[in-house]
């Protein structure tokens, strides 16, 4: 199915909530609602003319202008076709719900998300820090971040 | 010829201090521990396979620190990780040494600028005796750094008390 | 109720007890063990928490990040596009040509730009060579890991003369910063098309002495035949990729199935695990699928080698690399499976964020799946077939 087919599809089955897009970009994407990521997750997965079950990849975004974003990548093993997802929250009250119930695979990249931009995942099973350490002060990379002086004693910048 | 092939030429005894006793037996026998962190274990287990072969210097690989004489941090120290290595150094029974394997464990490496995770060097967390450079130094490099340990341990005395960190 | 596949049901009554030979039951208790940082056996610096009855695994959870190296920051503050790549390289440094050829083909997806067909070539070379290189260290430190010593030192010595044609070509054995946006650093030197011929013919006997000595084994496919398997359904839901994909039976392989470069013009076979020695998707699957692609990637080499056409590799290479806005993800199959990049630019000469999409990171979320109900030992087997760099996992 092309981008418009699948823009089409998500428009007629949540309206309004999927209804921006950029569908002439290098890789066109749409644009859902922070609080409907599983519900529409859920149906990209199990509708039989759209079948995405490989979610190639989960990112946090920080846009510098007061927003977060998650963008999702899909790709459905059957059909052969992509789609790009975009959720935005605002920095100071980041919430996106947590599609680790659809894709099995989002459980990690979630908490990835979550230490890097401070996003936090409603309904997440397990949402701590993945990969920095559970005491760290800050989610890097966030564009304001301030590399701390000193970490339990020892020196941070060079 | 080896030391021992010189000395037994002639007779089964020979006469030499404590000290050079000692120490040939130490530097001849540095247990490593397998500590190898990023990609310079990658290089460090190539040293130990049949091309470099390390262990001709006597330089044998074991699980454990207790068992062994020299920790070579191969790769990056991170700030979690950072914890850990102080833990087994202090494992670890004296006389021990410590080679700073490659640019990251020297001094941050590449990771230096940026690098909010990355201790940027290893001896803030503990001494370092030996520094071998490189981005991964090649297993040539590492076997000089063992070399350049054997002449430290060569010239050690019984005399002076041991430094502890 | 414990479902394990070592032990005979009768032994363990129920969760907590198990009966003895004398006919008595005892309680057991569950322990909770630490495989640690530092551990021979996990090939880096990954923690392990085990929740273990007896010796079977109830639970297993994994620590990551002792390693993490804040690579999307670097990237982030790098003044140009093509100082991006060293970082990339050591991401996952025993493929290091991957690495830099998804990244470099992000770039150029962003940039629309095309590069010489001599530039194609020379990439697929090297990045097939670097595949046998790095299954090479997967298959040998796989087999240390079972307790064979000997398949390790073979493998080294193959992939010795690998890195002296990596050498050859750009001075470093490990990483390389070969790879540029829009062509290759340096062309291929002299005799280079001659060397890797005679690396081709000097390897193809090594693998068949490989597979008698470790592969049908009769040990080696106790420990591995029937553990650790992982159900397709699964596996595409933690969308695992590479030999973990192909291992349970999933027919997909992106240099075929979402081309990229030229690899519609050789001739060669995606393998796929077949259950040959226990089920579909268990530990020998994987492990043969890796075997068996270190051939088919010598029969790519050898074609590329023998038709790689003339040409200026530099010559589309850009002086300043200035995308337009946007954002691209570019997926290459790497030799632990899917690897992709995700860029976004705003316009300027650095990259606005770079998020890279490890195969290692996702194909360890589905470790916790697999591992339960094996023993601890079984757990070590499993850790190997993933195949995982911790460099990667953490970046």
Known sequence: MTPQEIHETLKGKFGEAAVEAKLDALQPWIRIPPNKTRTIGAFLRDDPSLQFDFMMCLSGVDYNDGNLGVVYHLFSMIHKHKVVLRANCPKDNPHVQSVSEVWGTANWHEREAFDMFGIQFDEHPDLRRILCPDDYPGYPLRKDFKVPEFYNGMKVPY | MGLLDYKFENSNVFITSLENLLNWARLSSLFQMQFGLACCAIEMMAASASNFDIMRFGVIPRATPRQTDVMIVAGTVTLKMASRIKRLYDQMAEPRYVISMGSCSNCGGPYWEHGYHVLKGVDRVIPVDVYVPGCPPRPEALLEGIMKLQEKVRKESLAKKKQTA | ?395
């Open chain 3, 1 to 395: 109720m414990i479902e394990s596949k070592v032990l005979p049901t009768d032994y363990v009554t129920e969760p907590g007890r198990i009966r003895t030979s004398t006919g008595k039951t005892l309680k057991t208790d569950e322990m909770i063990i630490n495989m640690g940082p530092q551990h021979p056996s996990t090939h880096g610096v990954l923690r392990l928490e085990i929740v273990v009855d007896g010796e079977i695994v109830v639970d297993v959870i994994p620590h990551i990040g002792y390693l993490h190296r804040c690579f999307e920051k670097h990237a982030e503050h790098m003044t140009n596009y093509q100082q991006v790549i060293p970082y990339a390289d050591r991401m996952d440094y025993l493929t290091s040509m991957n690495n830099d050829w998804a990244y470099s083909l992000a770039v150029e997806r962003l940039l629309k730009l095309e590069v010489p067909p001599r530039v194609e070539y020379i990439r697929v070379i090297m990045a097939e060579l670097q595949r046998i290189a790095s299954h090479l260290i997967a298959v040998g430190t796989f087999g240390i890991d079972m307790g064979a010593f000997t398949p390790f030192l073979w493998c080294f010595r193959d992939r010795e003369r690998i890195l002296d044609l990596f050498e050859m070509t750009c001075g470093a054995r490990l990483l390389y910063n070969y790879i540029w946006v829009g062509g290759v650093s340096h062309d291929l030197p002299a005799r280079f098309v001659e060397k890797a011929k005679d690396f081709c013919r000097y390897f193809k006997p090594n693998i068949v002495e490989l597979n008698n000595l470790l592969t049908f084994n009769e040990i080696f496919i106790k420990r591995t035949a029937d553990v650790g398997v992982l159900p397709k359904d699964v596996a595409i839901n933690y969308a695992c990729s590479g030999p973990m994909l192909r291992g349970s039976g999933v027919n997909w392989d992106l240099r075929r199935d979402d081309p990229y470069s030229i690899y519609n013009k050789f001739e060669w076979e995606v393998q796929v695990g077949k259950g040959e020695m226990g089920k579909v998707g268990d530990v020998w699957d994987r492990y043969i699928v890796k075997v068996r692609e270190m051939e088919q990637s010598v029969k790519i080499v050898e074609q590329a080698l023998a038709s790689i056409p003339e040409g200026n590799v530099q010559a589309a290479i850009p002086k300043r690399i200035r995308p337009e806005h946007g954002e691209a993800y570019v997926r290459t199959e790497s030799a632990r499976g899917e690897l992709g990049f995700y860029i976004i630019s705003d316009g300027s000469t650095s990259p606005y964020r770079v998020k890279a999409r490890s195969p290692a990171f996702v194909n360890l979320s589905v470790l916790p799946e697999i591992a339960r109900g094996c023993m601890i030992a079984d757990l070590v087997a499993i850790v190997g077939s993933t195949d995982i760099v911790l460099g990667e996992v953490d970046r």
